[in-house]
């Protein structure tokens, strides 16, 4: 896109007759908004008084104590005030699940060989040492622990 003597032209109207940036891209076509601010600013057009906010009239203040003492002899703020005069309460302790009563544990360990969907997947031990093993208790079909451990884990 060039900026043609026509161009330039329709712009300058364009931008006296109070339109947007966005508007003249569009009416020159084949440009950008970005592009036609450029060109105004380039050309030293007049900037305008943007009308899209609001101005609302400065609202008269009377000087307060607060604001005519000195910095070093403010007093703290409300809220700190306030966070003082209120004693500090801490959250209620939290209780420990009751735990459902374990059922008796299978006779064989339960390995990764003998899992099954009805057994508890609750590893038992350290798995680096032989004894490791898993609860294997019985447990709901689509949960991994028996009720027991699914408390432990849910805690």
Not at 65 to 90: D, I, N, W
Request: with cysteine; net charge positive; hydrophobic share 35%.
């Amino acid at each position: 896109m060039s900026w043609t003597d026509d161009r330039i032209a329709t712009l300058k109207q364009l931008w006296n007759g109070g339109h947007s940036a966005s508007i003249i891209a569009v009416k020159l076509g084949d440009t950008t908004r970005n592009a036609v601010i450029g060109k105004v600013h380039r050309l030293g057009l007049e900037g305008r008084a943007t009308t899209s906010r609001r101005c609302r009239p400065a609202r008269p203040r009377s000087p307060s104590s607060a604001q005519t003492r000195s910095r070093k002899g403010r007093s703290p703020s409300r809220s700190l005030k306030l966070r003082a005069s209120r004693p500090f309460r801490t959250a209620p302790p939290r209780r420990l699940p009751v735990l459902p009563e374990l059922e008796p544990a299978p006779e064989l360990p339960v390995t990764v060989q003998t899992l099954t969907a009805l057994t508890c997947n609750w590893p038992i031990g350290d798995p680096k040492t032989l004894d490791f093993h898993f609860c294997g208790r019985g447990k709901p079909l689509l949960k991994a622990y028996c009720a027991h451990h699914a408390a432990i884990a849910c805690a």
